[in-house]
């Protein structure tokens, strides 16, 4: 071996070893804290979120002092069977624990269903503003952190 062969070795190696100790200092200073940052949100969401989506719009329209017999046979019923349809009992139970899954899943429902719930708003006479009063519901449900 050549004594610059030898030379340009030592300063790869060197080179090597200064790129990762810059990588891991990057890793460990920017991207991990970001990384436990997002995880500790994820969590915090799961927690403080939104919560069962169905429980809490079943009570909304279908229970309790302020039933709207509308909103639940045409809103809420077809939705609940398309869930229950779609899903085993023990995936449906599952759902109740995941609400980023529950919302997809409600969403996923509310297109199956778009056709039978517009007929049935338009049989009870109701159209207008009734899709916007529900999405201002819902939106108040999603938004409402920490009260489950």
């Not at 990384?35 to 403080?48: D, E, H, K, T």
């Not at 609400?99 to 006479?125: M, R, W």
């Not at 529900?134 to 938004?143: A, E, M, T, V, W």
Request: with cysteine.
């Amino acid at each position: 071996m050549d004594l610059t062969q030898i030379i340009i070795i030592i300063i790869a190696i060197a080179a090597a070893w200064m790129v990762f100790k810059l990588l891991t200092k990057f890793v460990f200073k920017i991207v991990l804290p970001i990384l436990i940052l997002l995880i500790g949100v994820y969590f915090a969401y799961q927690y403080y979120g939104p919560g069962d989506l169905m429980k809490s719009i079943t009570e909304l329209y279908c229970e309790g002092d302020n039933i709207d017999p509308v909103k639940c046979e045409c809103f809420v019923q077809p939705i609940i069977s398309d869930l229950e349809s779609r899903m085993s009992g023990e995936e449906f139970l599952e759902l109740k624990n995941n609400p980023l899954k529950l919302t997809e899943e409600f969403h996923t429902s509310y297109k199956n269903k778009k056709d039978v719930i517009n007929a049935c708003f338009q049989e009870k006479g109701e159209t207008g503003n009734l899709g916007e009063d529900i999405l201002k519901d819902l939106k108040k449900l999603f938004y409402d952190f920490g009260n489950k």
